[in-house]
Protein backbone atom coordinates (compact mmCIF):
# COMPACT_ATOMS: atom_id res chain seq x y z
CA UNK A 1 0.00 0.00 0.00
CA UNK A 2 2.86 2.46 1.08
CA UNK A 3 5.09 1.63 -2.22
CA UNK A 4 1.84 2.10 -4.29
CA UNK A 5 1.10 5.73 -2.59
CA UNK A 6 5.03 6.35 -3.11
CA UNK A 7 4.78 5.47 -6.61
CA UNK A 8 1.16 7.77 -7.26
CA UNK A 9 2.50 10.95 -5.86
CA UNK A 10 6.21 10.57 -7.95
CA UNK A 11 4.21 10.18 -10.67
CA UNK A 12 1.44 13.25 -10.15
CA UNK A 13 5.22 15.14 -9.16
CA UNK A 14 6.93 14.13 -12.71
CA UNK A 15 3.30 15.16 -14.76
CA UNK A 16 2.94 18.80 -13.25
CA UNK A 17 5.41 20.19 -15.50
CA UNK A 18 5.87 23.63 -14.19
CA UNK A 19 6.99 21.68 -10.55
CA UNK A 20 9.27 19.09 -12.14
CA UNK A 21 11.06 22.24 -13.79
CA UNK A 22 11.39 24.07 -10.74
CA UNK A 23 12.66 21.08 -8.83
CA UNK A 24 15.29 19.84 -11.82
CA UNK A 25 15.88 23.27 -12.26
CA UNK A 26 15.08 25.51 -10.19
CA UNK A 27 18.48 25.09 -7.92
CA UNK A 28 20.81 24.95 -10.67
CA UNK A 29 19.19 28.20 -11.89
CA UNK A 30 19.70 29.66 -8.57
CA UNK A 31 23.11 29.12 -8.35
CA UNK A 32 23.77 30.34 -11.71
CA UNK A 33 22.46 33.71 -10.81
CA UNK A 34 23.76 33.78 -7.49
CA UNK A 35 27.13 33.19 -8.83
CA UNK A 36 27.16 35.42 -11.27
CA UNK A 37 25.77 37.92 -8.70
CA UNK A 38 28.63 37.78 -6.70
CA UNK A 39 30.73 36.41 -8.91
CA UNK A 40 33.27 39.82 -8.63
CA UNK A 41 34.23 38.49 -5.35
CA UNK A 42 36.27 41.69 -4.73
CA UNK A 43 34.70 45.27 -5.33
CA UNK A 44 36.66 47.18 -7.88
CA UNK A 45 36.64 50.67 -9.12
CA UNK A 46 35.16 51.72 -5.99
CA UNK A 47 33.91 55.62 -6.70
CA UNK A 48 35.78 57.80 -5.14
CA UNK A 49 36.68 61.30 -4.49
CA UNK A 50 39.64 63.43 -3.58
CA UNK A 51 39.89 67.18 -2.54
CA UNK A 52 43.66 68.33 -3.10
CA UNK A 53 43.80 71.29 -0.81
CA UNK A 54 47.82 71.12 -0.94
CA UNK A 55 48.12 71.35 -4.76
CA UNK A 56 52.09 70.12 -4.23
CA UNK A 57 53.63 67.87 -6.30
CA UNK A 58 53.33 65.60 -2.72
CA UNK A 59 49.87 65.79 -2.87
CA UNK A 60 49.59 65.40 -6.48
CA UNK A 61 51.72 62.02 -6.40
CA UNK A 62 49.21 60.89 -3.70
CA UNK A 63 46.26 61.38 -6.09
CA UNK A 64 47.71 59.85 -8.68
CA UNK A 65 48.45 56.92 -6.62
CA UNK A 66 44.74 56.60 -5.57
CA UNK A 67 43.76 56.77 -9.11
CA UNK A 68 46.38 53.64 -9.92
CA UNK A 69 44.87 51.71 -7.08
CA UNK A 70 43.37 48.59 -7.80
CA UNK A 71 40.38 48.44 -6.05
CA UNK A 72 39.25 52.69 -6.07
CA UNK A 73 38.12 54.86 -9.03
CA UNK A 74 38.90 58.48 -9.11
CA UNK A 75 35.21 60.01 -10.17
CA UNK A 76 35.59 63.13 -8.67
CA UNK A 77 37.95 65.95 -7.73
CA UNK A 78 35.86 68.47 -5.86
CA UNK A 79 37.01 71.74 -4.92
CA UNK A 80 35.66 71.50 -1.13
CA UNK A 81 35.17 69.52 1.82
CA UNK A 82 31.24 70.16 1.19
CA UNK A 83 30.88 69.58 -2.27
CA UNK A 84 32.39 66.22 -1.33
CA UNK A 85 30.21 65.58 1.67
CA UNK A 86 26.77 66.64 -0.98
CA UNK A 87 28.11 63.70 -3.17
CA UNK A 88 28.23 61.04 -0.38
CA UNK A 89 25.13 62.02 0.22
CA UNK A 90 23.59 61.02 -2.79
CA UNK A 91 25.63 58.37 -3.22
CA UNK A 92 27.89 59.38 -6.01
CA UNK A 93 30.60 58.85 -4.54
CA UNK A 94 31.73 55.91 -1.44
CA UNK A 95 34.98 57.03 -0.54
CA UNK A 96 35.72 60.85 0.17
CA UNK A 97 40.07 61.53 0.58
CA UNK A 98 40.82 65.49 1.99
CA UNK A 99 44.25 66.30 1.23
CA UNK A 100 45.31 69.14 4.16
CA UNK A 101 47.15 72.34 2.79
CA UNK A 102 50.92 71.92 3.80
CA UNK A 103 50.70 68.26 3.27
CA UNK A 104 53.35 68.49 0.96
CA UNK A 105 55.20 70.71 2.92
CA UNK A 106 54.95 68.86 6.13
CA UNK A 107 55.60 64.65 4.39
CA UNK A 108 59.39 67.31 2.78
CA UNK A 109 59.80 67.80 7.10
CA UNK A 110 59.55 64.65 8.13
CA UNK A 111 56.40 65.49 10.39
CA UNK A 112 53.53 63.60 10.70
CA UNK A 113 50.08 65.09 8.88
CA UNK A 114 46.66 64.19 8.61
CA UNK A 115 45.08 62.63 5.26
CA UNK A 116 40.76 62.57 6.43
CA UNK A 117 38.91 59.54 4.24
CA UNK A 118 35.56 60.17 4.87
CA UNK A 119 33.83 56.20 4.02
CA UNK A 120 30.10 55.25 3.18
CA UNK A 121 29.03 53.39 6.10
CA UNK A 122 25.52 52.83 5.35
CA UNK A 123 26.52 50.16 2.87
CA UNK A 124 29.22 47.80 5.04
CA UNK A 125 30.37 45.89 2.21
CA UNK A 126 31.48 48.79 0.18
CA UNK A 127 32.44 50.15 3.80
CA UNK A 128 35.09 47.71 4.08
CA UNK A 129 36.45 46.87 1.31
CA UNK A 130 36.64 51.11 0.55
CA UNK A 131 38.80 51.35 3.78
CA UNK A 132 40.96 48.36 3.47
CA UNK A 133 41.68 50.02 -0.35
CA UNK A 134 42.16 53.65 1.01
CA UNK A 135 44.62 53.26 3.74
CA UNK A 136 46.72 50.48 1.96
CA UNK A 137 47.18 52.93 -1.26
CA UNK A 138 47.59 55.88 0.93
CA UNK A 139 49.71 54.96 3.65
CA UNK A 140 52.17 53.22 1.96
CA UNK A 141 52.72 56.57 -0.63
CA UNK A 142 52.57 58.72 1.90
CA UNK A 143 55.48 57.10 3.78
CA UNK A 144 57.47 56.32 1.26
CA UNK A 145 57.15 60.06 0.00
CA UNK A 146 58.31 61.01 3.57
CA UNK A 147 61.16 58.46 3.75
CA UNK A 148 62.59 59.72 0.04
CA UNK A 149 62.70 63.47 1.59
CA UNK A 150 64.54 62.19 5.09
CA UNK A 151 67.23 60.61 2.58
CA UNK A 152 67.61 63.64 0.51
CA UNK A 153 68.33 65.66 3.60
CA UNK A 154 71.17 62.93 4.18
CA UNK A 155 69.45 60.15 6.64
CA UNK A 156 70.79 56.85 5.91
CA UNK A 157 67.76 54.37 4.98
CA UNK A 158 67.46 52.60 8.39
CA UNK A 159 67.33 56.32 10.28
CA UNK A 160 64.96 57.63 7.49
CA UNK A 161 62.53 54.93 8.16
CA UNK A 162 63.07 55.18 12.16
CA UNK A 163 62.22 58.76 12.00
CA UNK A 164 59.70 59.04 9.38
CA UNK A 165 56.81 59.34 11.68
CA UNK A 166 54.15 58.75 8.45
CA UNK A 167 50.85 60.06 7.36
CA UNK A 168 47.88 59.77 9.76
CA UNK A 169 44.71 58.58 7.67
CA UNK A 170 41.63 59.76 10.18
CA UNK A 171 38.78 57.37 8.54
CA UNK A 172 35.44 58.29 9.37
CA UNK A 173 32.48 55.89 8.66
CA UNK A 174 29.39 58.09 7.65
CA UNK A 175 25.58 57.50 8.20
CA UNK A 176 26.91 54.63 10.33
CA UNK A 177 29.35 55.78 12.17
CA UNK A 178 29.84 52.70 14.45
CA UNK A 179 29.26 50.35 11.19
CA UNK A 180 26.49 48.53 13.19
CA UNK A 181 25.24 45.47 11.28
CA UNK A 182 21.83 45.46 12.69
CA UNK A 183 21.57 49.02 10.90
CA UNK A 184 22.26 48.24 7.84
CA UNK A 185 20.43 44.56 7.60
CA UNK A 186 17.47 44.15 10.33
CA UNK A 187 15.16 46.28 8.13
CA UNK A 188 16.30 45.08 5.30
CA UNK A 189 15.89 41.26 5.71
CA UNK A 190 12.18 41.67 7.41
CA UNK A 191 11.39 44.03 4.44
CA UNK A 192 12.43 41.04 2.28
CA UNK A 193 10.27 38.27 3.80
CA UNK A 194 7.34 41.13 3.37
CA UNK A 195 7.85 41.65 0.10
CA UNK A 196 7.89 38.40 -0.73
CA UNK A 197 4.59 37.51 1.36
CA UNK A 198 2.56 40.13 -0.75
CA UNK A 199 4.32 39.42 -3.79
CA UNK A 200 2.53 35.87 -3.66
CA UNK A 201 -0.82 37.39 -2.28
CA UNK A 202 -0.85 39.67 -5.35
CA UNK A 203 -0.01 36.90 -7.60
CA UNK A 204 -3.57 35.44 -6.99
CA UNK A 205 -5.46 38.44 -7.86
CA UNK A 206 -6.60 37.67 -11.42
CA UNK A 207 -6.25 33.89 -11.89
CA UNK A 208 -7.73 33.21 -8.07
CA UNK A 209 -10.85 34.86 -9.50
CA UNK A 210 -11.52 33.71 -12.75
CA UNK A 211 -10.49 30.07 -11.68
CA UNK A 212 -13.45 30.44 -8.97
CA UNK A 213 -17.29 29.67 -9.87
CA UNK A 214 -18.36 32.84 -8.98
CA UNK A 215 -16.44 34.19 -11.96
CA UNK A 216 -19.41 33.41 -14.16
CA UNK A 217 -21.89 34.87 -11.33
CA UNK A 218 -19.80 38.43 -11.63
CA UNK A 219 -20.49 38.17 -15.27
CA UNK A 220 -23.98 37.31 -15.70
CA UNK A 221 -24.13 40.09 -12.51
CA UNK A 222 -23.03 42.64 -15.08
CA UNK A 223 -19.86 43.14 -12.94
CA UNK A 224 -17.13 45.17 -14.96
CA UNK A 225 -13.94 43.26 -14.74
CA UNK A 226 -12.62 47.05 -13.56
CA UNK A 227 -14.69 47.17 -11.35
CA UNK A 228 -13.96 43.71 -9.46
CA UNK A 229 -10.01 44.05 -10.07
CA UNK A 230 -9.98 47.86 -8.77
CA UNK A 231 -11.86 46.91 -5.58
CA UNK A 232 -9.84 43.42 -4.68
CA UNK A 233 -6.46 45.43 -5.41
CA UNK A 234 -7.24 48.32 -2.93
CA UNK A 235 -8.16 45.78 -0.34
CA UNK A 236 -4.87 43.98 -1.37
CA UNK A 237 -2.64 47.12 -1.16
CA UNK A 238 -4.35 48.11 2.49
CA UNK A 239 -3.81 44.69 3.82
CA UNK A 240 0.06 45.28 2.60
CA UNK A 241 0.15 48.23 3.83
CA UNK A 242 -1.43 46.82 6.99
CA UNK A 243 1.11 44.52 7.26
CA UNK A 244 4.36 46.82 7.45
CA UNK A 245 3.25 49.32 9.96
CA UNK A 246 3.67 47.41 13.28
CA UNK A 247 7.01 46.06 11.63
CA UNK A 248 7.66 50.06 11.23
CA UNK A 249 7.18 50.67 15.06
CA UNK A 250 9.06 47.96 16.16
CA UNK A 251 12.43 49.05 14.02
CA UNK A 252 11.77 52.58 14.00
CA UNK A 253 10.32 52.96 17.68
CA UNK A 254 11.80 50.38 20.08
CA UNK A 255 14.96 49.04 18.19
CA UNK A 256 16.25 52.33 17.41
CA UNK A 257 16.70 51.55 13.78
CA UNK A 258 17.55 54.77 11.97
CA UNK A 259 15.31 56.82 9.90
CA UNK A 260 16.82 60.27 8.47
CA UNK A 261 13.47 61.54 6.65
CA UNK A 262 10.27 62.71 7.06
CA UNK A 263 7.53 59.26 8.56
CA UNK A 264 4.93 61.09 5.94
CA UNK A 265 7.63 60.56 3.47
CA UNK A 266 9.07 57.12 3.74
CA UNK A 267 5.08 55.61 3.98
CA UNK A 268 4.29 57.24 0.87
CA UNK A 269 7.52 55.30 -0.46
CA UNK A 270 6.63 52.85 1.01
CA UNK A 271 2.90 52.47 -0.15
CA UNK A 272 4.13 53.08 -3.81
CA UNK A 273 6.46 50.27 -3.53
CA UNK A 274 3.59 48.38 -2.30
CA UNK A 275 1.21 49.62 -5.09
CA UNK A 276 4.29 48.40 -7.88
CA UNK A 277 4.71 45.18 -6.04
CA UNK A 278 1.10 44.24 -6.33
CA UNK A 279 0.92 45.41 -10.38
CA UNK A 280 3.51 42.76 -10.73
CA UNK A 281 2.21 40.11 -8.89
CA UNK A 282 -1.18 40.86 -11.06
CA UNK A 283 1.02 40.67 -14.38
CA UNK A 284 2.12 36.97 -13.16
CA UNK A 285 -1.69 36.24 -12.24
CA UNK A 286 -3.16 37.84 -15.47
CA UNK A 287 -0.88 34.74 -18.02
CA UNK A 288 -1.15 32.13 -15.15
CA UNK A 289 -3.04 28.75 -16.31
CA UNK A 290 -4.27 28.35 -12.86
CA UNK A 291 -3.69 29.83 -9.44
CA UNK A 292 -0.73 27.52 -8.72
CA UNK A 293 1.28 28.56 -11.54
CA UNK A 294 0.32 31.66 -10.23
CA UNK A 295 1.81 31.11 -6.90
CA UNK A 296 4.91 29.64 -8.73
CA UNK A 297 5.56 32.54 -11.03
CA UNK A 298 5.46 35.29 -7.79
CA UNK A 299 7.87 32.69 -5.58
CA UNK A 300 10.24 33.18 -9.04
CA UNK A 301 9.78 36.83 -9.46
CA UNK A 302 9.95 37.61 -5.11
CA UNK A 303 12.89 35.13 -3.89
CA UNK A 304 16.41 36.14 -5.84
CA UNK A 305 15.12 39.78 -6.18
CA UNK A 306 16.52 41.13 -3.02
CA UNK A 307 19.57 39.29 -3.62
CA UNK A 308 20.31 41.41 -6.95
CA UNK A 309 18.49 44.61 -6.14
CA UNK A 310 22.01 45.48 -5.27
CA UNK A 311 21.38 46.68 -1.04
CA UNK A 312 23.44 43.55 0.05
CA UNK A 313 25.97 43.69 -3.22
CA UNK A 314 26.68 46.47 -4.84
CA UNK A 315 24.61 46.74 -8.05
CA UNK A 316 27.49 48.08 -10.07
CA UNK A 317 29.76 44.60 -8.69
CA UNK A 318 27.42 42.64 -10.99
CA UNK A 319 27.63 41.35 -14.24
CA UNK A 320 26.11 44.18 -16.86
CA UNK A 321 22.83 41.41 -17.56
CA UNK A 322 22.06 41.33 -14.24
CA UNK A 323 21.77 44.95 -13.44
CA UNK A 324 19.78 45.39 -16.46
CA UNK A 325 16.90 42.85 -15.29
CA UNK A 326 16.98 44.02 -11.35
CA UNK A 327 16.26 47.65 -12.56
CA UNK A 328 12.59 46.22 -14.37
CA UNK A 329 12.10 45.50 -10.68
CA UNK A 330 10.11 47.49 -8.03
CA UNK A 331 12.67 45.26 -5.29
CA UNK A 332 15.64 47.29 -6.59
CA UNK A 333 14.13 50.63 -6.59
CA UNK A 334 12.59 50.31 -2.99
CA UNK A 335 15.40 49.00 -1.15
CA UNK A 336 18.25 51.24 -2.57
CA UNK A 337 15.60 53.99 -1.73
CA UNK A 338 15.09 52.53 1.79
CA UNK A 339 19.29 52.91 2.20
CA UNK A 340 19.20 57.14 1.17
CA UNK A 341 15.90 57.14 3.64
CA UNK A 342 16.59 55.52 6.47
CA UNK A 343 20.48 56.91 6.31
CA UNK A 344 20.76 59.78 4.24
CA UNK A 345 17.50 61.47 3.31
CA UNK A 346 19.43 63.40 0.32
CA UNK A 347 16.37 65.00 -0.64
CA UNK A 348 13.57 64.86 -3.04
CA UNK A 349 15.45 66.12 -6.06
CA UNK A 350 17.20 63.12 -5.90
CA UNK A 351 14.40 61.13 -4.66
CA UNK A 352 12.20 61.34 -7.10
CA UNK A 353 13.65 59.47 -10.11
CA UNK A 354 13.15 56.68 -6.80
CA UNK A 355 9.49 57.63 -7.05
CA UNK A 356 9.11 57.80 -10.99
CA UNK A 357 10.62 54.82 -11.39
CA UNK A 358 7.92 52.53 -8.92
CA UNK A 359 5.34 54.31 -10.63
CA UNK A 360 6.26 53.54 -14.04
CA UNK A 361 6.85 50.03 -12.85
CA UNK A 362 3.49 49.82 -11.84
CA UNK A 363 1.63 51.53 -14.79
CA UNK A 364 3.28 49.21 -17.19
CA UNK A 365 2.67 45.96 -15.16
CA UNK A 366 -1.44 46.90 -14.70
CA UNK A 367 -1.64 47.88 -18.44
CA UNK A 368 -0.05 44.92 -19.49
CA UNK A 369 -1.93 42.69 -17.36
CA UNK A 370 -5.23 44.52 -18.47
CA UNK A 371 -4.82 43.81 -21.98
CA UNK A 372 -4.09 40.05 -21.05
CA UNK A 373 -7.25 39.59 -18.82
CA UNK A 374 -9.07 41.57 -21.44
CA UNK A 375 -8.15 38.76 -24.10
CA UNK A 376 -8.93 36.01 -22.40
Not at 249 to 276: H, K, M, Q, R, S
Not at 308 to 336: D, R
Request: overall charge positive.
Amino acid sequence: MIKSLMLRELTYLWRDRGLRRILLLGSLVGLVLFYATYSAQVLRDIPTAVVDLDRSAASRELVQKLGQAENLKLVAFPGSYQEAQELLKRGQVIVAVVIPEHYGKNVALGRQTNVYMAIDGSNEIYATNATTAALTVAGTISANAGVKALLSRGFDPQQARDAYLGVDIREEPWFNPTLNYAYFLVLALILNVWQQCCTLAAATNIIGETGRPSWLQFKLAGTSKWTLFVSKSVVHICVFMLMILPIYFICFGLLDIPLNCNWAVFLLFTLLFAVALHSVGTLASSFARNAVDSTRFGMIIALPSFIISGYTWPLEAMPASIQHAAKLLPQTWFFQGLNYFTFKNPGWPFMRQYFLALGVIALICYSAAALITSRK
